[in-house]
């Protein structure tokens, strides 16, 4: 079962250190087509690289 579903905002962390907000555009098989709020890029990444709130995702910066 999907965690997020088309239109949900998540964050991800980039290079270790960066909290990003995205947007969920797609899921399909354990994978999440997101897309950045003010670009038109996106690109896949799995389920478990997707929080729920930026606080979320601070707290898994190592």
């Not at 270790?16 to 098989?29: D, L, Q």
């Not at 999440?32 to 707290?59: F, T, W």
Request: glycine content about 8%; overall charge positive; cysteine-free.
């Amino acid at each position: 079962m999907a965690k997020f579903k088309p239109g949900d905002k998540a964050w991800i962390v980039e290079s270790t250190i960066f909290v990003v907000e995205v947007e969920i555009v797609k899921y399909s098989g354990g994978f999440y087509l997101i897309k950045y709020p003010k670009k038109s890029a996106g690109y896949k990444v799995r389920e478990s690289r997707l929080y729920k709130s930026e606080a979320e995702a601070k707290g898994n910066i190592k």
